[in-house]
């Protein structure tokens, strides 16, 4: 099992931006399909983006295709999520994820979570 924990949130203006970092212990990366989602109260979790094991291929929410970037550093062990141009509705926690499924997009496909990291994007 591999052991999550992000970092990076905090609070930022529209049009902002913000990198969150998941640094992985127990296990590596490069052997994981790694993910990001956000949840904001009384919503179900949220898928944000997504970065395959093997090639390393990546995929996006169309709420945040163009603005965000999901990308993997084996080397410290850990997951980027690089957020440009952020918006209010952008205000969520964020948590990271390690699944085994190639193109997996459901919570209940990865088995790995941290606790979370709290985004704000004021007006």
């Known amino acids: 099992q591999v052991q999550l924990v992000e970092s990076g949130g905090g609070l930022v203006q529209a049009g902002g931006s913000l990198r969150l970092s998941c640094a992985a212990s127990?296990?590596?990366?490069?052997?994981?399909?790694m993910a990001w989602f956000r949840q904001t109260p009384g919503k179900e979790r949220e898928f944000v983006a997504r970065?395959?094991?093997?090639?390393?291929?990546?995929y996006y929410a169309d709420s945040v295709k163009g603005r965000f970037t999901i990308s993997r550093d084996n080397a410290r062990n850990t997951v980027y999520l690089q957020m440009n141009s952020l918006k209010p509705e952008d205000t969520a926690h964020y948590y990271c994820?390690?699944?085994?499924?190639?193109?997996?997009?459901?919570?209940?496909?990865?088995?790995?979570w941290g606790q979370g990291t709290q985004v704000t994007v004021s007006l």
């Open positions: 994820a390690a699944g085994r499924h190639l193109y997996a997009l459901d919570p209940a496909d990865f088995g790995s």
């Open positions: 127990g296990r590596t990366v490069s052997s994981y399909t």
């Open positions: 970065s395959s094991w093997g090639g390393g291929s990546t």
